[in-house]
């Protein structure tokens, strides 16, 4: 029988794999995707399905993740530390994991409109896709970017439930195809020695840190013009235009320490990031 330290470190060790605190950079947007359509406060109903299924999907996407290079964060000093690696689970505990994330989202999707489901491989094999790629091109970023942008995508789908007004979306998934594929390579760059060294395909390996991320300053630069073409567009309201200057210099500031503190750069600040752009919107639409 399982004690009660033994439940928690299990518990422990399922909610590290999934890396729950990474929704931090997803749920923002897919509500402010969400926003964009309803152009105000969506019905609970709504905000609880798009929730279920944004957490089915994300748990799903990082379990397959986790389990596709499991021997590769082996060999990784950064990684070896994971849930896979250091044993800590077995692979069927994380299959089940994937299979039962999996079913929320089916369902989520499918509670939500028919065209929800239809459409709802498309993201999961983006993201079982992006860690395949890194490992013989150096676009797996702007992989990794695309399969992140079908967060606001899906936010605004639940809530439009049609194609045919998608043109409300464009700039704020564009901006997220190219926030995330700039921050990616960020974060590539705690990797680039192991990544060169085993023959991985990111940029740092490919550039050099130093060219990466000037690579990464200029995605995020047009990441900044998107958002303000959204602005424009969209959104001119004096609190929004708050925001978007925030953003501005959310992305200043990560390029500043990002030599020095990539993990700064990539996790805190462009968790804070993702929610002013979310305030963007709220404040832009209301």
């Known amino acids: 029988m399982i004690s009660g330290a033994g439940v928690v470190n299990r518990l422990r060790a399922y909610t590290g794999f999934v890396k729950l605190e990474h929704t931090v950079f997803s749920l923002p947007l897919i509500f402010a995707g969400t926003l964009l ?4 406060w969506p019905s609970g109903r709504l905000v609880a399905l798009i929730l279920l299924a ?3 999907g994300r748990v799903m996407a990082m379990g397959l993740n986790r389990l596709i290079d499991a021997r590769i964060d082996a060999q990784n000093p950064r990684t070896r530390g994971r849930e896979l690696p250091r044993g800590a689970m077995e692979r069927w505990e994380a299959w089940v994991i994937v299979v039962l994330a999996g ?7 499918a509670a939500l409109a028919p065209i929800c489901l239809r459409l709802s491989p498309i993201p999961v094999a983006l993201f079982v896709a992006y860690p395949y790629l890194k490992r013989f091109t150096v676009l ?3 992989g990794l970017g695309l399969a992140w942008s079908m967060a606001p995508l899906g936010g605004w789908l639940a809530a439009s439930q049609s194609l045919a007004a998608i043109g409300e979306i464009g700039w704020l998934w564009v901006f997220s195809w190219l926030w995330v594929a700039g921050f990616d390579i960020i974060y590539a760059t705690m990797d680039e020695a192991f990544d060169r060294e085993v023959g991985l395909h990111s940029l740092p390996a490919r550039l050099g840190r130093r060219r990466a991320l000037a ?9 900044f013009l998107s958002l303000a073409a959204l602005w424009v567009t969209q959104l001119q309201t004096p609190l ?6 925030a953003t501005g210099m959310l992305f200043i500031w990560q390029h500043a ?3 020095r503190r990539p993990d700064v750069a990539f996790f805190q600040l462009n968790g804070l990031l993702g929610f002013v752009v979310f305030g963007l919107v709220v404040t832009g639409v209301s």
């Open 37 to 40: 359509h309803t152009q105000g």
């Open 54 to 56: 944004a957490i089915g």
């Open 103 to 109: 079913i929320l989202y089916l369902w989520a999707a």
């Open 140 to 142: 797996s970023h702007v």
């Open 215 to 223: 690579v990464a300053a200029w995605l995020h630069a047009a990441a």
């Open 240 to 245: 929004a235009l708050v925001c978007l200057v």
């Open 257 to 259: 320490v990002a030599d």
